[in-house]
C-alpha cells in the first residue's frame, strides 16, 4: 500500500537535489569554519590565569570550534526537558 502525503506543512523534510537541507546546511558552515581558521595564521599570545601560551591563532579558533561543537551536542538532549 502507499503512502500519500496529506500536503500539510509538518509531512515533508525540505530537500535539495534529494539532500536534506539540515546536512548541506552543516557542510556551508564547516567549509566557512575552516576558510576562517585557515584565513588566521598568524601567532597570538592567550593569557590565562596563571600563564601565557603562545599559539597560531587557528589552532585557537579550532580548539574553540571543537569546545562549542562538544558543548552542544552534550546538552542537544537537555532541550526537551
Known amino acids: 500500500m502507499t503512502k500519500i502525503s496529506d500536503g500539510s506543512a509538518?509531512?515533508?523534510?525540505?530537500?535539495?537535489g534529494?539532500?536534506?537541507?539540515?546536512?548541506?546546511?552543516?557542510?556551508?558552515?564547516?567549509v566557512l569554519a575552516v576558510w576562517?581558521?585557515?584565513?588566521n595564521l598568524d601567532e597570538v599570545k592567550?593569557?590565562?590565569?596563571?600563564?601565557?601560551?603562545t599559539t597560531p591563532l587557528w589552532i585557537a579558533l579550532l580548539a574553540t570550534l571543537?569546545?562549542?561543537g562538544a558543548l552542544g551536542w552534550l546538552l542537544k538532549g537537555r532541550r526537551g526537558r
Do not use: N
Not at 534529494?18 to 564547516?30: D, E, F, H, K, S
Not at 576562517?36 to 584565513?39: D, H, I, P
Open 46 to 53: 592567550i593569557q590565562f590565569w596563571v600563564f601565557t601560551v
Open 18 to 30: 534529494g539532500i536534506p537541507t539540515r546536512y548541506i546546511g552543516i557542510g556551508v558552515l564547516g
Open 36 to 39: 576562517f581558521l585557515f584565513a
Open 66 to 68: 571543537l569546545a562549542g
Open 10 to 16: 509538518g509531512s515533508k523534510r525540505s530537500e535539495i
